[in-house]
Antibody, heavy 120, light 113 residues
Framework: QVQLQQSGPGLVKPSQTLSLTCAVSGDSVSSNSAAWNWIRQSPSRGLEWLGR?????????DYAVSVRSRITINPDTSKNHFSLQLNSVTPEDTAVYYCARKVGGAFDIWGQGTVVTVSS | DIVMTQSPDSLAVSLGERATINCKSS????????????LAWYQQKPGQPPKLLIYWASTRESGVPDRFSGSGSGTDFTLTISSLQAEDVAVYYC?????????FGQGTKLEIK
C-alpha cells in the first residue's frame, strides 16, 4: 500500500531554513494522477495547506500566498521523494508538518507528521 | 479563499447515539459540469495525522465503517455517525478542494457523554 515517511529536524533556529523530506513508497512522485502536498497544523492556524508539486507531462508547483516568498517544494525522482524548504522561519512557523498525497480530490494518504519548533 | 465553518466546535454524545457535525462553505463547492461537491471529511485522533473518511461529500473511503455518512450539497454539509462507538472520539474536519488553496474547517471535537 502507499506510504509516506517524513524525515527532518524538529528544531530550527529563527531566520534559518526548515527542511523536510517525504519518502514515497507504493506510488511514484512522477505519477500523472497524484499531487504531493505539504500541510501544517498549529493551534493558532489550524490545518493550513502550504503547497504542492505534481507532474502532468512536466512539473508544476502551487504555493499558499502566505508563504509564497519563502517556500520551495521539490520532487526527487531518483529517490522517489519530495521535499519542503521554508526560509527565514519565525516562531509563527512552529507547527506539526505533514506531507500528503492528493489523488482525484481529497488527501487520501498522509505522512506521520513532524513536530517542528522554531526557537533559538 | 473559501472559508469553511464547522458547528458545533465540540459535541458530547452517548455511546450508541447519533452524532451530527455541520460544515458550511463561504461559496458553493458544487462543480456544475460534473455535479460533484468538492468536499471531504477527516477524522483526527491525538498524535495522528488526519484520516480521510468521506470525499465527494458522500463517498465513503475504503475501509471506513458504514456508520459514517456524509450528506449535503452546494454550501451546506453534514457528517453523521449513526451509532457512536468509543473509538470515534476524535476531532473531525471538513475540507474543500473546489479551489486552490484547499481549506479546512476549524474542527469539531467529539466526546462521549
Amino acid at each position: 500500500q502507499v506510504q509516506l515517511q517524513q524525515s527532518g529536524p524538529g528544531l530550527v533556529k529563527p531566520s534559518q531554513t526548515l527542511s523536510l523530506t517525504c519518502a514515497v513508497s507504493g506510488d511514484s512522485v512522477s505519477s500523472n494522477s497524484a499531487a504531493w502536498n505539504w500541510i501544517r497544523q498549529s493551534p493558532s492556524r489550524g490545518l493550513e495547506w502550504l503547497g504542492r508539486t505534481y507532474y502532468r507531462s512536466k512539473w508544476y508547483n502551487d504555493y499558499a500566498v502566505s508563504v509564497r516568498s519563502r517556500i520551495t517544494i521539490n520532487p526527487d525522482t531518483s529517490k522517489n521523494h519530495f521535499s519542503l524548504q521554508l526560509n527565514s522561519v519565525t516562531p509563527e512557523d512552529t507547527a506539526v508538518y505533514y506531507c500528503a498525497r492528493k489523488v482525484g480530490g481529497a488527501f487520501d494518504i498522509w505522512g506521520q507528521g513532524t513536530v517542528v519548533t522554531v526557537s533559538s | 479563499d473559501i472559508v469553511m465553518t464547522q458547528s458545533p466546535d465540540s459535541l458530547a454524545v452517548s455511546l450508541g447515539e447519533r452524532a451530527t457535525i455541520n460544515c458550511k462553505s463561504s461559496q458553493s463547492v458544487l462543480y456544475s459540469s460534473n455535479n460533484r461537491d468538492y468536499l471531504a471529511w477527516y477524522q483526527q485522533k491525538p498524535g495522528q495525522p488526519p484520516k480521510l473518511l468521506i470525499y465527494w461529500a458522500s463517498t465513503r473511503e475504503s475501509g471506513v465503517p458504514d456508520r459514517f455518512s456524509g450528506s449535503g450539497s452546494g454550501t451546506d454539509f453534514t457528517l453523521t455517525i449513526s451509532s457512536l462507538q468509543a473509538e470515534d472520539v476524535a476531532v473531525y474536519y471538513c475540507q474543500q478542494y473546489y479551489s486552490t488553496p484547499p481549506t479546512f474547517g476549524q474542527g469539531t471535537k467529539l466526546e462521549i457523554k
